[in-house]
Every structure is written in C-alpha cells, then in structure tokens.
C-alpha cells in the first residue's frame, strides 16, 4: 500500500492556468507538508499543517494556497502560474510536530509550466 | 540562508568502496537526519542522530556527528550500484516545531 501518494506525478500546462496537487497519506499521521524542489535538487519547505491547521508558511507568493480537508489530506492549488514555479513539488508526512520526526515523503509532482 | 551545506556536491566511485559524504550546518540543532533520493522519487530515511549522540549505525550505514564543528558525516561501506542516489541531510529543531531544514545534496554515483 502507498504510504504517501500524489496526483498528479506530471502537470503541464500554460502561464496564468491554475492547477491543484492532491496529497493523501494512510499512515495515520497527523502532520503534512509541501516541499519545492527546484532544478538544482534544492528542496524548501513551502507549508505545514497539523490537523488541518496550518502551523508553517514560509515566504510563498499567495498564488499557492494549501487547504487540508482532514489529516490525511493536504492539497495545493497553485493560481496564475509563472514559468518559475517550474519544479518538483513534494508532499510529506510525519508523527507529531517534533523537528525529531521522520517524514514520509510522496513520489513527487513534476509541475512544467509554459 | 541555507542551513545544510553537504561536500562533496558529486562522488563517483566504484562498487565495493565505502563513500563518505559530509554536511555542515550553522545554527544549534535537536537532531540531523540523512535521506536517500533515487532519480524521479521521493525521498526516504535513512537515519537519525539526535544532538546529545556521535555516532550511529544502522546497517551498512555510519553517521557521525560533531556538534562543536556544527557537521556531520554519512559513511556507506561496501557499496552497490543500487545505493547511487543523491544524499540530504536535513536538520531538525525543538524550536522550529516540525520542519526539517535540507542541505544541496550530495550526488553519489556507484559504478559497477
């Protein structure tokens, strides 16, 4: 079973389209991320929640908007795209809020924006 | 500012050898964790070693970490084509709540 499953793995698409990233995990965890990884493999975190509520935002343009329908569950809907969010978004999950955690990270999406 | 630098940026070595891959970090830490990311995937753990520990093992796996020089190594014995990946490491704080701060990555590549 996948632990931490993103639809979907390719997005291509126009400059000023919107788009959304969904993000599930089964591991019970109660605490999700958004990572970018850019084209130099650099990853940054963009948001956390923790039981739906937000709990990290980090400087990101507020074309991204996270929204967490439940704990399983963390999607990213992306407005007006820039050819610089070009990237590998990740999603992950860990127990708790501790920075001692394990996270669990997704296969990716792969955004390419024209 | 980036908080995890890791040297080398790219290691190349034949199967069999041990690779060690390095990571520096500037402010105090809770612990560093080391992940694995194989090309078009996620990334996985690996280990973690927490402040008040300096070395751990875990397999074929070695981490060691200096809190007084501010950095830690990854060392992989006897290595397999099958361990080419690229290496974070990612450093965790109490006060930082969950996030986990990664370093460039090191690029290891094991030829057969």
């Known amino acids: 079973d996948t632990a931490v499953s993103q639809t979907p793995k390719y997005l291509v698409t126009q400059m000023g389209n919107d788009k959304s990233i969904k993000c599930e995990q089964n591991?019970?965890?109660?605490?999700m991320y958004w990572y970018k990884q850019d084209s130099k493999k650099f990853l940054k975190i963009m948001f956390s929640?923790?039981?739906?509520?937000?709990?990290i935002n980090e400087t990101v343009p507020n074309r991204f908007s996270p929204k967490s329908p439940d704990k399983a569950h963390l999607n990213l809907h992306i407005n007006s795209l820039e050819l610089g969010d070009s990237a590998v978004y990740f999603c992950a999950s860990s127990l708790g809020t501790s920075g001692t955690n394990e996270q669990f990270f997704g296969p990716g999406t792969r955004l390419t924006v024209l | 500012s980036q908080q995890g630098e890791e040297d080398p940026q790219a290691l190349s070595i034949q199967e069999g050898e041990n690779a060690t891959m390095n990571c520096s970090y500037k402010?105090?830490?809770?612990?560093l964790q080391w992940y694995r990311q194989n090309s078009g995937r996620g990334l996985v753990h690996l280990i973690l070693?927490?402040?008040?520990?300096r070395e751990k093992h875990s397999g074929r796996l070695r981490v060691t970490l200096d809190t007084s020089k501010k950095s830690s190594s990854l060392l992989i014995t006897a290595s397999r084509a099958a361990d080419t990946a690229s290496y974070f490491c990612?450093?965790?704080?109490?006060?930082?709540?969950?996030?986990?701060?990664f370093g460039e990555g090191t690029q290891l590549t094991v030829n057969p």
């Open positions: 070693i927490r402040s008040n520990e």
């Open positions: 990612a450093t965790g704080r109490e006060t930082s709540g969950s996030r986990l701060t």
């Open positions: 591991l019970g965890h109660d605490t």
């Open positions: 929640y923790n039981n739906k509520e937000l709990i």
């Open positions: 402010t105090s830490i809770n612990n």
